[in-house]
Each structure stands twice: as C-alpha cells, then as structure tokens.
C-alpha cells in the first residue's frame, strides 16, 4: 500500500475552509496518509507556500488539497486505486463545484482521458509521485504570462512539466469539491 503526503497551502484568514479540508482528509476510507498544512505567513502566494511544503515531503507520493476545497471520502482510495491500474506518476480526477453550476471550464472538459500530445488544463487537485513532484516544483515561470484564464499559473507550468517528465493518467470520476466562490485568490499573495 502507498503511502501519502497530502499538503494543503493556507493562509490565515481561511482558518474554517482549512479545517473543513482537514476535516475531508482525516475521514478517508485510505488510510496511509499524513497531512503537511503549511501556512503562508508572508504574503507570498500559493505557489511559494506548495513549493516549501512540498520539498519537505518524504513519502513517495503527494496529494494536493487548497485550504478552500475538499476530498470526497473515497479520493485518495480512487486516485491511488486509478494510479496502480494504470502505473502513472500524475493522477487526477474531476470535482463538483460548491456552489453547484460554477464550473468555469468548458463543459466536457474532464470526460475525455488524458492526451499526453495535446494537454488539457487540470486543477492542482492530484496524486503525484514525489520524486516527480520535486523534480518540477512549483516555482518555475508561468507557460502563459498573458494567460487566457485557463493557460496560466504555476499549476498549468507544474502539469506541462509533468506530462514532458512522466505519466499522467485521469480518473473520470468526481472524487472531490471544488469551492469556485468570490473568496478564491488565485493563489495570489496580494488577494488576502
């Protein structure tokens, strides 16, 4: 059985979203898992505040969980489950959103398997193996800097460099929720 870190970036004012995402993980029907809840205390943003947690992470595979959203009871069972079918470094699976009818991509987008040739905006919502995760971090430049909304950010970076390192594989499931609310700061250090 695998062994998981799952890291979840926080930042002060979100004190009640990060306990109800603790709350989410400690309820998992997996049970081979520790949690890492780094808290961002210099206005330094998401990626940063991942970055540093993730480096500090020793098992061999890392799931990722913002302060703000939450598993499903069976997420990681799921995601591991879909990674030993399928042998891939990089799982992810797809979200309700809270509130319900928010979801900001196009409609289909997570009913298709992955294409490795023709990647796909993901969320940072996934199971990755460490090493691969440590390998791409989260600190590198933005693949899009003028961004159309769903080409940007360090997330969009760390899965293109994920897919050109290793595998990735989607779960076409919903295994987790997704709080798409006016409160998101798009990991910005300067939105709290």
């Known amino acids: 059985m695998s062994h998981v870190t799952v890291v979840i970036p926080t930042i002060a004012p979100r004190k009640q979203l990060l306990q109800e995402a603790l709350d989410s993980v400690n309820v998992q029907s997996f049970k081979n898992y520790e949690i890492l809840v780094a808290e961002d205390l210099d206005h330094a943003g998401a990626a940063v505040t991942r970055h540093e947690a993730l480096m500090r992470v020793k098992s061999p595979w890392v799931a990722f969980l913002d302060d703000d959203d939450m598993f499903m009871a069976h997420h990681l069972e799921r995601l591991i489950g879909h990674q030993e079918e399928t042998n891939a470094d ?3 699976s797809w ?6 009818g928010l979801d900001p991509f196009p409609p289909g987008h997570f009913l298709d398997p ?11 919502t996934t199971l990755v193996r ?3 995760a440590q390998q791409v971090g989260f600190l590198g430049p933005d693949p899009d800097p003028t961004g159309d909304g769903m080409r940007s950010g360090e997330d969009w970076g760390f899965t293109l460099e994920c897919n050109r390192l290793g595998t ?3 779960l076409v499931e919903r295994t987790w929720y997704w709080r798409h609310w006016g409160g998101n700061t798009s990991g910005l250090g300067s939105r709290w």
Do not use: C, G, M
């Open 90 to 92: 990089y799982v992810y």
């Open 95 to 100: 979200f309700w959103t809270l509130p319900a």
């Open 114 to 124: 992955w294409d490795k040739d023709n990647p796909r905006q993901t969320t940072i």
């Open 130 to 132: 460490t090493e691969l």
């Open 168 to 170: 990735i594989s989607h």
